[in-house]
């Protein structure tokens, strides 16, 4: 809420342009601007300009705005809706302004809010939706900056869900007045028809819509697999923010931090179901059947998994229990562990000529005879991303060495990747065991071995060899699903 004396002295409104036309005077950057901004409406450009600007002339033949290509005057501004003073110069500025004053149509004289009847705002244009910021004239920037941050939030198919949602307004007016029709429009804008239009399935969303009318079934739950990335709060996809900013309730793991969980709706419910030391935590078992039983309660949840949720994120289990279930669901990715831990030594991945594909692997696959399949791919080149692999690490780099990998190769390790406190380590193969002993290491760590680790930067990062702790491994932190 606004303080108590502190009062709109530009108050805003949408103003009808529809086929009407809109004058602007000048044939500059100013005048292109305005052009720009207003040709996002459908009113009917009116240009006069004798000296416009190439980029200027070819807006109006892309657009088919009108072009008076001469010398202003005042019988130039007559039957505009609105008009504005885009010259650049001073004088002629307030002249327009003084005419338009006189013909009764308002005016904005651009970076003169003197002369101006009305500002334009910055603009978020989900048409039919817009939202419009102004400052009074006192901050472009600062309304730039707050254009940009409704922009991110915003479903760039609001206007489709918009347009839906009109069509609909007849049929709704027959439900009943209040609470069957308020029901109505949330489950559209926040349940399946959102959803279907989300997915760019318009007719799906049409069905939906339908349904939401004829049914008095509660609405349907839904859940979201969202990854939550790495850790680093700002390596959240957009997606995932605009979903845990609608959840009813948000399910999350051990290794999800609590600043993402934060960035969730307010009054959203908070249900930690990882494995964080000293914590009971729920099987998967239990997991499955809370998901199913807050879908059948008509829940809107997040299922937020550290990383990508479907790599080594027991989906797989949450999907078939879903869908067994006849619960609808979606998969959000995010940005896995091994991709923020590459990107924190500027590793390279893939490297022309060095290594043309990529292992994602756990070591807990190793404990058998036989040697696993990625394992020979190691041996072929591949890079490999060893997650959950710290309390395996002699293991992985044993029995890699006994299959042919040289023990020379290299290997980058980090701890908490992405996030600030992390922690980088470099060395060979044959250094790996020394992974298994370090008490220190408590956050999550990923390995990353391979020939084109030798072409990260290790400039940040310790000698994996030269520091040797007595300790036990933790696998707690490891966040161990198998
Ligand atoms: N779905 C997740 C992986 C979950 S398994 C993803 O896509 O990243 C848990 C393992 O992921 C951890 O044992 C560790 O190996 C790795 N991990 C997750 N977050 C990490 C981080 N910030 N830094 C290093 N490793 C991480």
Redesign the pocket.
Same mark, same amino acid.
């Given at each position: 809420m606004p303080e108590a004396n502190a009062k709109l002295n530009a108050f805003p409104v949408f103003m009808r342009v529809e086929g009407e036309a809109v004058a602007i005077v000048g044939g500059g950057e100013e005048a292109l601007a305005k052009a720009r901004l207003l040709g996002q409406s459908s009113a009917v450009l009116r240009i006069i300009a004798n000296t416009a600007e190439a980029e200027l002339l070819s807006f109006i033949a892309a657009t088919g705005a009108v072009h008076i290509d001469a010398a202003y005057e005042a019988a130039h501004l007559e039957g505009a809706t609105l008009v504005f003073a885009a010259s650049g110069e001073e004088a002629l500025d307030r002249r327009v302004a003084a005419d338009a004053r006189r013909l009764g149509i308002p005016v904005n004289a651009v970076d003169r809010p003197e002369l101006c009847d009305f500002f334009t705002p910055a603009l978020v244009n989900r048409a039919p939706v817009a939202i419009a910021i102004g400052t009074e004239g006192a901050g472009p920037v600062l309304a730039q900056i707050l254009r940009g941050r409704i922009d991110r939030m915003l479903s760039p198919s609001l206007g489709a869900l918009a347009t839906l949602a009109a069509s609909f307004r007849g049929a709704a007016e027959r439900l009943p007045k209040g609470n069957g029709r308020r029901r109505f429009w949330s489950d559209f804008f926040a349940g399946a028809p959102a959803r279907a239009v989300e997915a760019g399935e318009l007719s799906q969303a049409h069905d939906a819509a339908l349904d939401l009318l004829v049914s008095n079934a509660p609405a349907a739950g839904h859940i979201a697999l969202v990854?939550a990335g =790495?850790?680093a709060e700002d390596l959240l996809t957009l997606r995932a923010h605009r979903l845990l900013m609608e959840a009813d309730v948000i399910v999350y793991d051990a290794?999800v931090p609590e600043a993402i969980v934060a960035m969730g709706r307010r009054d959203a419910e908070r249900l930690p179901v990882g494995k964080r030391k000293g914590c009971h935590s729920k099987s998967q078992a239990e997991i499955n059947a809370l998901l199913v039983e807050l879908g059948h309660a008509g829940k809107r949840v997040v299922r937020l998994?550290?990383?990508?949720?479907l790599?080594?994120?027991r989906a797989g289990e949450e999907m078939a229990a879903l869908r067994d279930a006849g619960i609808a669901y979606e998969v959000v990715p995010?940005v896995? &562990? $091994?991709f &923020?831990?590459a990107a924190d030594f500027e590793l390279p991945l893939t490297l022309r000529g060095v290594s043309s594909s990529m292992v994602f692997t756990t070591g807990h696959d190793l404990k058998g005879n036989s040697l696993p399949d990625w394992a020979k791919l190691a041996i072929s080149g591949a890079t490999v991303a #060893?997650?959950?692999?710290?309390s395996v690490a002699a293991e992985v780099a044993g029995r890699l060495i006994e299959a042919g990998l040289s023990p020379d190769t290299a290997v980058a390790v980090?701890?908490? $990747?992405?996030?600030g406190n992390?922690r980088r380590f470099h060395g060979t193969l044959a250094d790996l065991p020394s992974l298994e002993a370090r008490a220190d290491l408590t956050? =999550?760590?990923?390995t990353i071995i391979g020939d084109a680790v030798a072409g990260a930067n290790f400039e940040r990062s310790e000698p994996l060899a030269a520091h040797r702790h007595e300790g036990v491994a933790n696998t707690a932190a490891?966040? #161990?699903?198998q």
């Open positions: 990854g =790495p850790g290794l998994k550290s990383g990508d949720p790599v080594f994120g995010g896995t &562990a $091994a &923020a831990a #060893v997650y959950m692999g710290r980090v701890e908490n $990747a992405s996030l992390r956050g =999550p760590v990923m490891e966040g #161990v699903e």
